[in-house]
């Protein structure tokens, strides 16, 4: 059932319809002429299972759409064929895009991928999506100004090299996944600065020397040496602090820090910025 919204709401610049209840958001005639001017939408917590034609949103910025029941082919609506998104920022949080879901009403979704995602990209959230692997549109080449990516809460136990395409990327947050390593490919990503993979299944192992063929470096030298790197979180894996020391490269890491105050960091304080978050 959709709610009526007041015609002197439409007018604006930002709109949050997070407190109704519906099943599909869309930008009807009769309200797009009114909201034309949107630059941000939050359409959060509606039990969605469509956006509707956001693309003609066309000074669309930001758009949150967190915890509803969006499914892989739910975000085909952001980009359109014959205009250019402008969309920085996006948060889907809390939905369905990960799993197959064969009997919902509006018809046989297993098997169906995620759409592209905008190019104009900046800022992309798809926390607790029920991934098992990270889909290939998250790491396109096309994602060249993304900075700052989340995937936290859903069931990767592996990121693919191709993380490396996202040449931009400043921060990458990982945290409450099954990650045992980090594939080379992240430190190829000049720009990182912030690292978060708390509670993964990263772990103290014997071996002190590494092959980066036969027994690769969970946290590849790169990673340390190639990036900018400040802020790496690991709270809560089953590593030691002395474990990570060892891992060639780290020194470097270590001496880059100590160039840093502990102060904001991305609107926050770095928090035991000493031991990474380890014993």
Do not use: W
């Not at 949150?64 to 948060?91: A, I, R």
């Not at 991934?131 to 100004?145: D, H, K, R």
């Not at 470096?217 to 990570?244: C, V, W, Y």
């Not at 840093?260 to 991305?266: E, F, G, L, T, V």
């Amino acid at each position: 059932m959709y709610h009526k919204v007041k015609h002197s709401a439409l007018n604006c610049t930002c709109l949050t319809l997070n407190i109704v209840t519906v099943l599909s958001f869309a930008c009807s005639l009769s309200l797009r002429g009114r909201i034309s001017n949107l630059t941000t939408l939050d359409v959060s917590r509606n039990n969605l299972q469509r956006l509707g034609p956001i693309y003609k949103l066309h000074k669309l910025k930001s758009l949150q759409c967190d915890e509803n029941k969006l499914t892989s082919d739910s975000l085909s609506t952001l980009v359109s064929n014959t205009t250019s998104s402008k969309l920085q920022s996006l948060s889907a949080g809390g939905n369905l895009l990960g799993k197959e879901l064969p009997n919902l009403s509006d018809g046989d979704h297993k098997g169906k991928t995620m759409a592209a995602l905008p190019a104009s990209l900046k800022q992309l959230v798809l926390t607790s999506n029920h991934f098992s692997s990270v889909p290939p549109q998250v790491c396109s080449p096309s994602l060249t100004l993304l900075e700052k990516l989340d995937l936290s809460h859903n069931h990767l136990a592996a990121i693919p090299t191709t993380v490396s395409n996202l040449k931009n990327l400043h921060e990458l947050v990982l945290d409450y996944n099954l990650l045992v390593s980090i594939p080379n490919g992240v430190g190829s990503l000049s720009k990182l600065k912030v690292l978060s993979l708390k509670y993964n299944c990263f772990t103290t192992t014997k071996t002190t020397v590494y092959d980066d063929v036969k027994n690769p470096q969970p946290l590849p030298r790169s990673l340390f040496e190639e990036t900018l790197l400040i802020d790496l979180n690991l709270h809560g894996n089953k590593m030691t602090f002395t474990a990570l020391s060892n891992f060639d490269g780290f020194d470097k890491f270590l001496e880059r820090r100590k160039h840093i105050k502990s102060k904001d960091i991305y609107g926050g304080a770095l928090t035991n910025l000493d031991v990474c978050g380890l014993d």
